[in-house]
């Protein structure tokens, strides 16, 4: 655990990262802002509510959006997968540290910082420009803070199996652009997945991608009552357990895989 701290606390490294962390909040404000009068002007037009969402609770989730993607997304291990192809990966597997254990510590590190740095501002820039529709209930902030690291730690999930196809893929920077795609999509990202027409809705509830940013938003905006969140982060709960169940066989796969062929 302490290393696990340490490591994690690498939180001062990124924040070293002034100037980027000052254009991260500008390019985040800006495309919240394009985001927001798109949702809003497609509300109005529908007459002042879209699929339970009021004009308010669209900006809302738009800026709680811009201020959770790059936390929740932290594509830090794209290393991992340049490793697996440098073969370095055995010598993180010789560490005392847990594999996956080590950099999931530094996935927890870099995305307090990105919260903190780059999505808090242009949430309170959102607060100042449309507005905030805030839950009044305390539960909500909690689960939502519940939600929020479950988010978190499926996202990491998921993006470490895209990494440890490199095992078996000379090359995944192709995969990894499809699975970024469909995870901004599916993810309820670019639009609330409600929104969705009733086939692709059931596709993306089948998938780990909605409880990766869809239900934390949901959960901390207030938009569903904490009774009713529960069950949202329950399911948030049983994908990080499939995901580390398939990251750690994939892993041993993996390692197994090199070890045959005298790797």
């Given at each position: 655990?302490?290393?696990y701290?340490?490591?994690?606390?690498?939180?001062?490294?990124?924040?070293?990262?002034?100037?980027?962390?000052?254009?991260?909040?500008?390019?985040?404000?800006?495309?919240?802002?394009?985001?927001a009068?798109?949702?809003?002007?497609?509300?109005?037009?529908?007459?002042?509510?879209?699929?339970?969402?009021?004009?308010?609770?669209?900006?809302?989730?738009?800026?709680?959006?811009?201020?959770?993607?790059?936390?929740?997304?932290?594509?830090?291990?794209?290393?991992?997968?340049?490793?697996?192809?440098?073969?370095?990966?055995?010598?993180?597997?010789l560490r005392?540290?847990a594999?996956?254990?080590?950099?999931?510590?530094?996935?927890?590190?870099?995305?307090a910082?990105?919260?903190?740095?780059?999505?808090i501002?242009?949430?309170?820039?959102?607060?100042?420009?449309?507005g905030l529709?805030?839950?009044?209930?305390?539960?909500?902030?909690?689960?939502?803070?519940?939600?929020?690291?479950?988010?978190?730690?499926?996202?990491?999930?998921?993006?470490?199996?895209?990494?440890?196809?490199?095992?078996?893929?000379l090359?995944?920077?192709?995969?990894?652009?499809?699975?970024?795609?469909?995870?901004?999509?599916?993810?309820?990202?670019?639009?609330?997945i409600?929104?969705?027409?009733?086939?692709?809705?059931?596709?993306?509830?089948?998938?780990?991608?909605?409880?990766?940013?869809?239900?934390?938003?949901?959960?901390?905006?207030?938009?569903?009552?904490?009774?009713?969140a529960l069950?949202?982060?329950?399911?948030?709960?049983?994908?990080?357990?499939?995901?580390?169940?398939?990251?750690?066989?994939?892993?041993r796969?993996g390692?197994?895989?090199?070890?045959?062929?005298?790797?």
């Amino acid at each position: 655990m302490p290393t696990y701290w340490s490591i994690a606390s690498a939180f001062r490294q990124y924040s070293t990262y002034r100037m980027a962390t000052a254009a991260g909040v500008f390019t985040n404000t800006v495309f919240g802002l394009i985001r927001a009068s798109i949702l809003i002007a497609a509300i109005t037009t529908a007459g002042g509510e879209l699929s339970g969402y009021t004009v308010a609770q669209a900006a809302t989730y738009v800026w709680l959006g811009q201020a959770l993607l790059a936390p929740i997304e932290a594509f830090g291990t794209r290393e991992v997968s340049q490793r697996v192809h440098q073969g370095d990966v055995a010598v993180d597997l010789l560490r005392p540290t847990a594999f996956l254990g080590l950099y999931y510590a530094q996935k927890l590190g870099r995305s307090a910082f990105l919260l903190l740095g780059r999505g808090i501002p242009p949430l309170l820039v959102g607060a100042v420009v449309t507005g905030l529709a805030l839950p009044k209930d305390p539960l909500s902030y909690l689960l939502g803070a519940v939600s929020l690291l479950l988010a978190i730690t499926v996202a990491f999930l998921a993006d470490m199996m895209v990494n440890l196809a490199a095992f078996w893929l000379l090359e995944t920077r192709g995969l990894t652009v499809v699975y970024n795609g469909v995870m901004n999509l599916l993810s309820g990202f670019l639009i609330p997945i409600v929104w969705f027409p009733d086939w692709l809705l059931s596709i993306a509830r089948a998938t780990p991608f909605p409880s990766m940013i869809q239900t934390p938003i949901d959960t901390l905006s207030g938009r569903i009552p904490p009774l009713e969140a529960l069950p949202l982060v329950l399911v948030q709960g049983a994908w990080l357990a499939v995901l580390a169940l398939a990251a750690q066989l994939m892993l041993r796969s993996g390692v197994r895989s090199v070890e045959v062929q005298g790797g």
